[in-house]
């Protein structure tokens, strides 16, 4: 660490980059209000091991990206859910549990000082509470039956067209009703943090929250993109042909 970081306060380390926030918390050591020395006091008073938070700020920081040329259309059918399921799906049954503690205990103790944070709290639950339900019904119905869709097209399988008309689930309602409304949800959560956009004036955990909050709503993009432009038509494509089987 060079000399002009180790001057930084632990409340400048994570204002510089969110992502911080989750090790200080870990080490129980305090980034907001409070967090006012440098990291080598901090763990000389509270007796922590400077090089191992080092080494886990350096980890939590490194920016692990896909390649823009990456065809997620080529991919193979049953990988592509597979992918969603294990990334997406996992990222949210994750992040959004702690995400919604955080916010919840936070706005608790600063509904006085940011009292449109109620709205946002609001806003950010009620999203959860749906994604998590929809995710729930796309793992437990919805995948299971594309996947065997895949299978029978594959193997052209004569049972394909009464399997489809006997078992077929509507992929353009959970598109257009389903992720409709979980857009709607995410745009009352933009709408309630001015886009994420918070007071240069705000404190740490305020602006830790915003990140991570514009953080779920990107990812929440990509996983509708995947499965609204590529895994539904493609599925939707295969029930018209094994229906005409």
């Not at 706005?107 to 995710?135: A, C, I, M, N, W």
């Not at 006997?166 to 709408?191: D, F, G, M, P, W």
């Not at 001015?194 to 929250?209: D, L, M, P, R, S």
């Amino acid at each position: 660490m060079s000399e002009q970081e180790k001057v930084q306060t632990v409340s400048d380390i994570v204002r510089k980059d969110y992502r911080t926030a989750d090790v200080f918390k870990k080490w129980g050591v305090n980034y907001c209000c409070g967090g006012n020395l440098p990291l080598d006091q901090v763990c000389l008073t509270l007796n922590l091991d400077q090089e191992k938070i080092e080494t886990e700020l350096k980890s939590a920081t490194q920016n692990v990206q896909l390649p823009n040329a990456l065809s997620f259309d080529e991919w193979p059918f049953d990988f592509l859910v597979d992918y969603i399921v294990h990334v997406h799906h996992g990222y949210v049954k994750i992040a959004g549990p702690k995400l919604n503690q955080l916010l919840t205990q936070f706005v608790e103790g600063h509904k006085t000082k940011y009292p449109y944070l109620v709205e946002v709290q609001v806003s950010f639950d009620r999203l959860l509470t749906d994604l998590t339900e929809h995710l729930a019904k796309e793992e437990q119905v919805i995948f299971p039956y594309i996947k065997q869709v895949n299978n029978s097209f594959i193997h052209q399988a004569s049972y394909g067209a009464l399997f489809v008309r006997t078992l077929q689930k509507s992929l353009t309602h959970v598109i257009e009703v389903e992720h409709q409304n979980i857009a709607n949800l995410l745009t009352a959560l933009r709408s309630a943090t001015n886009n994420y956009t918070f007071n240069e004036k705000a404190c740490t955990n305020h602006q830790v929250i915003y990140h991570k909050l514009k953080e779920f709503d990107a990812d929440i993009m990509q996983h509708k993109h995947l499965e609204n432009n590529i895994l539904f038509p493609k599925a939707m494509q295969m029930e018209k042909e094994l229906l005409q089987l």
